[in-house]
């Protein structure tokens, strides 16, 4: 069973950042792959970005490509995502999410697991 816990949001101006972190617990492996999910009000919940939990293959969502940066410490069993010059279209909670084995990391309704959510603000 793996748990997640994400931190780090808050209410920014447009173009300021923030840095998400998402706790990990529980087993993992070369297979698992980490994304970062997010939800605005009224909308259907997509993804932002992904990286494989070993080798560190990565994939960003187009909208968020050249300003999000994600990443992960397994010293401190953490992922992490970078988010820079924020738009106020980026208001959204923000989810950490992993499962064993993708078809497709793209698809939330594959994801295994799910930490609570962190609410970011992007004011305009």
């Known amino acids: 069973q793996v748990q997640l816990g994400e931190s780090g949001g808050g209410l920014v101006q447009a173009g300021a950042s923030l840095r998400l972190s998402c706790a990990v617990s529980g087993p993992t492996s070369s297979s698992y792959v980490m994304g970062w999910f997010r939800q605005g009000l009224g909308k259907e919940r997509e993804f932002v970005a992904a990286?494989?939990?070993?080798?560190?293959?990565?994939s960003y969502a187009e909208s968020v490509k050249g300003r999000f940066t994600i990443s992960r410490d397994h010293a401190k069993n953490t992922l992490s995502l970078q988010m820079n010059a924020l738009k106020p279209a980026d208001t959204a909670v923000y989810y950490c999410?992993?499962?064993?084995?993708?078809?497709?990391?793209?698809?939330?309704?594959?994801?295994?697991?799910w930490g609570k959510g962190t609410l970011v603000t992007v004011s305009s």
């Open positions: 990286m494989t939990w070993v080798d560190g293959w990565i």
């Open positions: 999410a992993a499962c064993p084995y993708c078809s497709d990391f793209k698809d939330p309704r594959l994801m295994d697991y």
